[in-house]
């Protein structure tokens, strides 16, 4: 049963801490998707990779935060220093080029900066 | 400036009952859209999707149509079930090979037993 794996689940953290988010894309996809959800602004795009490079990253808050593949079985997503502004779930998300567009999500990482 | 918008934060309906989710974009370069389905604590999944170049597509109980001139789609689930239950975010994309989706804030359904 191929899954997008994402850890940790859920991660409380005071303002000022380093937080890392990790994904395990679908193997075999080349295109790895970071969005955050939140009540306002619903789901928003951040990053994302094509074959490991970054294609597209205007949502991400440059400043403080950044995201690698440093190979194609792992996605990262820091944040550094957090905010309580950066509370949200934060969802990965891989497709196959050439597919059919479909987008497959991991469950998601919950975040409370407090 | 939302590019995908859903209107309609939340939709009740009678199980056996059909539910009609409606999406709305601005974008005309928009040319494939997608509906998922999410539910608490997990991630969206992929429900259905339909070209530019069609104006319905059907799987099972769920129908998506297009409306290209009033850049509207919609979601039909018939019968709705108790399991249909969830947020359901409407999404575009444009262009290709290219990947990125816009989504819709969503809307959660609410089918009663």
């Known amino acids: 049963d191929a899954r997008v794996t994402q850890t940790p689940r859920h991660k409380v953290t005071e303002m000022g801490q380093e937080v890392t988010m990790r994904c395990q894309p679908i193997?075999?996809?080349?295109?790895v998707f970071w969005y955050r959800q939140t009540m306002m602004q619903g789901l928003e795009l951040l990053a994302y990779?094509?074959?490991?490079?970054?294609?597209?990253d205007s949502g991400m808050p440059k400043d403080r935060f950044s995201a690698e593949m440093p190979d194609a079985t792992l996605a990262t997503l820091k944040i550094q220093p957090s905010e309580p502004r950066d509370s949200a779930v934060y969802f990965c998300?891989?497709?196959?080029?050439?597919?059919?567009?479909?987008?497959?999500f991991g469950a998601g990482t919950r975040l409370s900066v407090l | 400036d939302q590019q995908v918008k859903q209107n309609s934060p939340s939709l009740s309906v009678q199980e056996g009952r059909i539910s009609i989710l409606n999406c709305d974009y601005t974008?005309?370069?928009?040319?494939?859209f997608l509906w998922y389905k999410k539910y608490p604590a997990e991630g969206p999944t992929f429900l259905i999707s339909?070209?530019?170049?069609?104006d319905k597509n059907e799987d099972g109980r769920f129908t998506v149509f297009l409306n290209k001139s009033a850049k509207h789609l919609s979601l039909h689930i018939v019968p709705s079930q108790p399991g249909d239950s969830a947020v359901y975010f409407c999404?575009?994309?444009?262009?290709?090979?290219?990947?990125?989706?816009?989504f819709g804030k969503g809307t959660l359904l609410t089918v009663n037993p």
């Open positions: 998300a891989s497709a196959q080029s050439g597919g059919a567009n479909i987008q497959y």
């Open positions: 193997l075999g996809h080349n295109t």
């Open positions: 990779f094509r074959n490991r490079a970054p294609l597209d």
């Open positions: 974008n005309s370069m928009f040319d494939y």
């Open positions: 339909i070209s530019s170049i069609k």
């Open positions: 999404a575009a994309k444009s262009g290709g090979s290219n990947y990125k989706l816009t």
